[in-house]
């Protein structure tokens, strides 16, 4: 039992007469009891912190077929070495303009501003209202020499824009690897 204890001991009061001190006792276990309550209490009724990700949404199965996109409609971004993004807008990769329409730009403000100019050059080119976010495709191909974090910091300027259509896709084809040439290339 936990208990703090003074001891007794007497004093002169000065009249001649000696006062004695009672010893005081205060037991401590219903401190200890109430302590663990609360810790109890706080541990089960805090909520821990949810893990948060980015949702993904695919096509249906058997649905692979679909229409095909036009060039004109669609903005191929390339992820580079050192946070460096290549991209394609309204061109196809495999288009013979395709070499010297090849910009970069960094995977921040950036591309953003790219997204946004594309948003904007596609809504005038089918007649749609300029806040229409499903009239541009992105389609986003990360490389060899890319990271992690360059596609995630790619799918998070997806969210700042607003884009609703873009696909991550995880191979490159030859005329797209022959476009890149030596910027995708692994050092050894």
Do not use: C, W
Not at 85 to 101: F, R, T
Not at 107 to 134: C, M, Q, W, Y
């Amino acid at each position: 039992m936990a208990a703090i204890e003074v001891s007794g001991n007497a004093r002169s009061t000065g009249s001649g007469r000696m006062r004695t001190r009672m010893s005081t006792r205060v037991d401590m276990t219903p401190m200890v009891d109430l302590g663990f309550l609360l810790i109890t209490f706080f541990m089960l009724a805090t909520t821990m912190s949810k893990p948060t990700s980015i949702s993904a949404f695919f096509p249906a199965k058997g649905n692979e077929d679909g229409l095909p996109i036009k060039g004109s409609g669609a903005l191929t971004i390339f992820l580079g070495s050192h946070d460096q993004v290549y991209y394609l807008d309204g061109i196809a990769p495999n288009d013979e303009k395709a070499s010297a329409s090849l910009k970069t730009t960094d995977a921040g403000i950036g591309l953003r501003n790219v997204i946004f100019a594309a948003h904007k050059r596609v809504s005038t080119l089918e007649g749609r209202p300029s806040d229409d976010r499903n009239a541009l495709v992105i389609v986003i191909k990360p490389t060899a020499v890319s990271t992690y974090k360059n596609m995630v910091d790619v799918m998070d300027e997806m969210a700042i824009t607003k884009s609703r259509r873009y696909a991550l896709v995880d191979y490159l084809t030859d005329a797209e690897k022959e476009l890149l040439g030596d910027r995708i290339e692994e050092k050894k």
